[in-house]
């Protein structure tokens, strides 16, 4: 089972990547652009829980939650 596909480039993660549960469901999409990744991760029923960029593996900026019903949490 995979469970984490992308491309590498020069040695560096580069555009779409994406992260899978044991069950084959989405865990999370990343978009990597040069020094930072835009991410979207997912529950295990393809419910999107969170959204924002990281750099460095550091959550940076605007980050949006979502409850169990996809709607946007304060």
């Keep these: 089972m995979i469970k984490i596909e992308g491309n590498i480039d020069q040695g560096q993660k580069r555009g779409n990547w994406f992260e899978f549960y044991s069950n084959g469901s989405l865990k999370a999409q990343m978009l990597y652009n040069k020094n930072n990744v835009k991410i979207s991760y997912f529950d295990k029923n393809q419910k999107i829980q969170s959204?924002?960029?990281?750099?460095?593996?550091?959550?940076?900026?605007?980050?949006?939650?979502?409850?169990?019903?996809?709607?946007?949490?304060?």
Excluded: Q
């Excluded at 959204?51 to 304060?74: A, C, H, M, P, Q």
């Design 51 to 74: 959204t924002g960029v990281e750099i460095g593996k550091r959550k940076n900026g605007l980050w949006i939650y979502f409850d169990s019903s996809g709607n946007e949490t304060i």
